[in-house]
């Protein structure tokens, strides 16, 4: 599992749940900008990862098991970067 592989999960969740990142953020009790493109990376272009707090909170907003979050992650060569 990668860094890549993660925010492309949280990106696939979002949309099959037919929200924006911004909007999953905010139905979970979160900043809107938690899932943000820009703060993936700091500023020292060193990878920011979403804390198992934020996915958390995102299963519970969408009733959803973590199954459901983790089927993203994937081998696939085109979510590696």
């Not at 993936?40 to 995102?58: L, M, N, V």
Request: proline share 5%; net charge positive; hydrophobic share 30%.
């Amino acid at each position: 599992m990668n860094h890549y592989q993660i925010w492309h999960a949280i990106e696939e969740f979002a949309h099959e749940h037919g929200m924006s990142c911004s909007a999953l953020a905010k139905r979970s009790g979160l900043d809107p900008t938690t899932f943000n493109k820009s703060k993936r990376f700091s500023k020292y272009e060193q990878p920011r990862w979403p804390s198992t707090g934020s996915i958390a909170k995102i299963l519970a907003a969408t009733n959803s098991r973590p199954q459901d979050f983790f089927k993203y992650i994937t081998d696939d060569k085109s979510c590696q970067k």
